[in-house]
């Protein structure tokens, strides 16, 4: 895939740029007391999984009852402050290693644009982690409905159109199978899959798609793809 080709590259945000599982094992392990302690991973994960399904409202108001739902299924420690903090936590992910030395490369070769379930108030947060790379945002807010909706898609195309770049000039790059790539690859967009999760096992803290995609192109982190844009660019 000749990658000089592209002018818009449209971004995950929570999974691909920030780490929410780390995010998220952090959180529970510290504020979950005792019975947090000897959980594994994929234990928190799963309920986590479920109670966002549950309670699938804006980032910045739902993970209170996310936390009190996998409380409830794990049995830890249930008291509102806990859930409060577990909130705020939510608002103060890390970003990946990579991530803001990767975009700030890519921003010198594309127009970067962020397509986030986050609402607008996470995503500001988010952004401030991440050194304000993106140009442009497209946050739940903004959308009105959440990945894996394609209506996101088409919100983000008529933008795009409105600078004159052409849906076959826009790559889409994600890590969650579930929420991003199968559903741009089935509406014709090319796909970069940036596979956190390569060296564990299932999909972690995202949901299990239906099925695999194949992606046009297949990293493991954003510096890969930087890298990969740079060779390009040098040819």
């Known amino acids: 895939m000749d990658l000089t080709r592209f002018k818009l590259l449209t971004f995950d945000v929570v999974g691909t740029c920030i780490d929410f599982e780390k995010g998220v094992l952090d959180a529970i392990?510290?504020?979950?007391?005792?019975?947090?302690?000897?959980?594994s991973d994929d234990e928190?994960?799963?309920?986590?999984?479920?109670?966002?399904?549950?309670?699938?409202?804006?980032?910045?108001?739902?993970?209170?009852?996310?936390?009190l739902h996998m409380a409830k299924v794990l049995g830890l420690e249930t008291a509102h402050r806990n859930a409060e903090l577990f909130q705020?936590?939510?608002?103060?992910?890390?970003?990946?290693?990579?991530?803001?030395?990767?975009l700030g490369r890519l921003r010198a070769r594309f127009r970067l644009c962020a397509m986030t379930n986050a609402d607008r108030t996470a995503f500001s947060a988010y952004h401030w982690t991440l050194g304000?790379?993106?140009?442009?945002?497209?946050?739940?807010?903004?959308?009105?409905?959440?990945?894996?909706d394609p209506r996101v898609f088409d919100y983000s195309r008529g933008r795009a159109s409105v600078l004159g770049i052409k849906q076959d000039e826009i790559l889409h790059v994600a890590q969650s199978q579930h929420h991003d790539i199968g559903v741009a690859k089935a509406l014709?967009?090319?796909t970069c899959w940036i596979?956190?999760?390569?060296?564990?096992?299932?999909?972690g803290g995202s949901?299990?798609?239906?099925?695999?995609t194949e992606p046009d192109l297949h990293l493991h982190s954003l510096a890969d793809l930087a890298d990969a844009v740079d060779a390009a660019f040098a040819k």
């Open 29 to 39: 392990r510290e504020l979950g007391g005792d019975a947090a302690k000897g959980l």
């Open 44 to 67: 928190i994960f799963k309920p986590y999984v479920q109670a966002r399904d549950i309670h699938h409202g804006r980032t910045s108001e739902a993970f209170g009852d996310v936390y």
């Open 88 to 102: 705020l936590r939510l608002l103060q992910l890390p970003a990946f290693p990579d991530a803001p030395e990767a």
């Open 132 to 148: 304000l790379p993106f140009h442009d945002a497209i946050t739940c807010d903004d959308a009105g409905v959440p990945k894996p």
């Open 188 to 190: 014709g967009y090319k």
């Open 195 to 203: 596979q956190r999760r390569f060296d564990q096992e299932g999909y």
């Open 207 to 212: 949901p299990d798609p239906a099925e695999y």
